[in-house]
């Protein structure tokens, strides 16, 4: 019985699998079932339909001679009558003989049949003897089954719970991957080694141990680790920073050893760890708790088991961040994470390639422009970019259409974006007007202006926390930007603001947004980029993660100098102000023209828009 239980059988992939515990059930249920059957209260189909009598009956029937036969099973009767052959059953007494009850009367012509049920009884008894025994000894290895699982699981809380990605995984590789060629050449080197080391050992190269890729979120760092692991064909073990953590210490160190120890026996392998500036931060750092701390033990393992590979061990680890400005310098440095991958958001080539790649499977309309949407998706990374085909597969099936369209694309892209659409708002025909005035004095002032983007699409209509959106698509990929450009800038985003002032006499909350953005743009020219009368001159030391596009400022200069930056900020946003308020009084027809066309439709397009200006 304990082999049959310890023994391991191969679970077929079809749902129909039944355990060896539930065939044992099963077993004795059936033979339940047989000891109810052969027990004496058990009635065959036959003997089902005949009529049940006390057993005084039959014996009035015997002594009246009405009886044809009687036939004995154990403690049954059952009895034929002369009249129609007509059956009836009794049971008797077990100590009751059939001499006892008088049926063994000469003077009756009944026959009586015994029939043999000796063979049976011994079943029956050797049956409910061993039943309960067995019954018994399953629920005692079943305890002992749920104990040893328990502890199995107590000595494998140190174990890695790395998920493996083997050879008969379905395979990723680069050409699955769009955009970051050149993140995708580093990489084709990894491959290379991993397929052929004694090229490299030959020569006494020596193999790098560590990629640390870089990156935004959704720039696509996990699908490079693994287009690496398939073009090289080696398992892949994938696993979070965050898994090696746990409330006890030391758990995390022994997942690293077990972590490393499983690589180390598959390879050529590689070790993936997303999020590694979660046991990767700086020692001695917030967070950390000094020498016992478990995430300071854990980078410890790390950094040793890294030092500690063999030259010849085809192993490689690959880590990925959006942080690298938190990660340990003993982390980087080289003999541990030899290469750094820096992997940016897709320019204007990059996206084109993301959409193709999206676009497989997905039935797109002919009349499809992906080099337009991949112009209004400026910003965007691979997974926003995944997301819009799929949300505008979503918006053509949802409405009833066979393939994906233009208009689907765009309305995906600005859902995205902005949001969904907000329809269900109830605004007056007063808070509409105002909406679309201050939409046009930014349109305007987008098209008077030559450096700033041509204007693609206004709308009035509500998405996400914005009453309305003016929608500027870049000409081109910009990697810098002049200082009229965002002088440009800054007189756009006033354009709703002054708008409003212009033909309402007062400005309203709508424009909080635009004053942030333009203030935050003036402060840079001067902090930051050296376009002020300030001179090149960077103001405050700027702590800045460039993949979040978060940054803190930590004021290093005086209260002379921090009065010269705000005079600098109020000159540039007066000499904006001016400039906008100029441009919309000479264009105020074409204004109230696209003012009031706005009401009417709710969004123009930038055919429909342009054809204002003839």
Not at 326 to 343: H, N, Q, S, W
Request: charged share 30%; glycine share 8%; proline share 3%.
């Amino acid at each position: 019985m304990e082999n049959f239980f310890n023994k391991k059988t191969e679970r077929p992939k079809n749902n129909n699998y039944k355990s060896p515990w539930t065939i044992f059930v099963l077993i004795i249920f059936v033979l339940t079932l047989i000891w109810s059957f052969t027990s004496e209260g058990f009635l065959n189909e036959e003997e089902a339909i005949l009529e049940r009598v006390p057993i005084s009956e039959i014996k009035n029937l015997f002594t009246e001679g009405k009886l044809k036969n009687i036939k004995v099973e154990d403690n049954k009767l059952i009895a034929t009558l002369k009249k129609g052959d007509s059956k009836k059953f009794a049971f008797k007494n077990t100590d009751d003989s059939l001499s006892d009850l008088g049926f063994y009367n000469q003077k009756v012509d009944t026959e009586i049949e015994i029939v043999d049920t000796s063979a049976t009884n011994f079943f029956v008894e050797i049956l409910g003897g061993i039943l309960p025994f067995v019954i018994i000894a399953f629920i005692i290895v079943l305890m002992m089954k749920h104990v040893s699982k328990g502890a199995g699981n107590a000595f494998s809380f140190g174990k890695s719970k790395a998920k493996l990605f083997s050879k008969e995984n379905k395979k990723t590789n680069f050409a699955s991957v769009a955009g970051c060629e050149e993140a995708k050449e580093e990489l084709v080197e990894i491959v290379d080694f991993l397929k052929n080391p004694k090229k490299f050992l030959n020569i006494g190269a020596r193999i790098p141990r560590g990629i640390m890729l870089f990156g935004a979120p959704g720039t696509g760092k996990t699908l490079l680790s693994r287009a690496v692991a398939g073009e090289a064909d080696v398992p892949f073990f994938s696993i979070s920073g965050s898994e090696f953590i746990e409330m006890f210490v030391g758990i995390g160190a022994s997942r690293v050893r077990d972590l490393f120890a499983k690589a180390k026996k598959n390879a050529p392998s590689i070790i993936f760890i997303d999020e590694i500036d979660a046991v990767g931060r700086q020692r001695g750092g917030p967070g950390f708790g000094g020498g016992h701390d478990e995430r300071e033990q854990t980078l410890n393992q790390i950094l040793s088991e890294m030092d500690g590979f063999e030259e010849t061990t085809n192993v490689i680890v690959m880590a990925a961040t959006n942080r690298p400005e938190v990660l340990d310098k003993a982390l980087l440095r080289p003999g541990r994470f030899d290469r750094r991958v820096i992997i940016d958001r897709p320019d204007l080539k990059d996206r084109l390639e993301i959409l193709k790649v999206h676009s497989k499977g997905k039935k797109m309309s002919r009349k499809v422009n992906l080099e337009k949407i991949s112009k209004i998706t400026a910003g965007f990374v691979g997974a926003d970019i995944a997301n819009v085909i799929n949300e505008a597969a979503i918006i053509a099936a949802k409405n009833n259409k066979k393939t994906i369209g233009q208009k689907d694309l765009e309305f995906a892209t600005e859902k995205v974006m902005m949001g969904p659409e907000r329809r269900s708002r109830v605004l007056t025909d007063k808070q509409k007007e105002i909406i679309a005035y201050h939409e046009a004095g930014h349109a305007v002032v987008s098209h008077v202006l030559p450096n700033c983007d041509p204007v693609h699409k206004i709308t009035i209509i509500s998405r996400g926390m914005s009453l309305g959106s003016t929608w500027m698509m870049p000409k081109e990929e910009q990697f810098t930007i002049s200082k009229s450009k965002f002088e440009d800038e800054i007189c756009s985003l006033l354009g709703g603001y002054v708008t409003e002032i212009m033909v309402f006499k007062e400005p309203t909350t709508g424009a909080s947004n635009d004053l942030q953005r333009s203030t935050e743009i003036a402060k840079k020219m001067i902090t930051k980029f050296g376009m002020s009368s300030l001179g090149p001159i960077v103001f405050g030391d700027q702590a800045e993660n460039e993949f979040l596009g978060t940054f803190t400022n930590k004021r290093n200069f005086s209260e002379d100098i921090a009065k010269k930056i705000d005079q600098e900020i109020d000159k540039l946003i007066k000499k904006a102000l001016q400039k906008t308020e100029n441009i919309l009084k000479k264009n105020h027809k074409i204004l109230n023209k696209i003012a009031k066309t706005l009401l009417k439709k709710e969004t123009l397009n930038q055919d429909q828009f342009e054809k204002f200006f003839g």
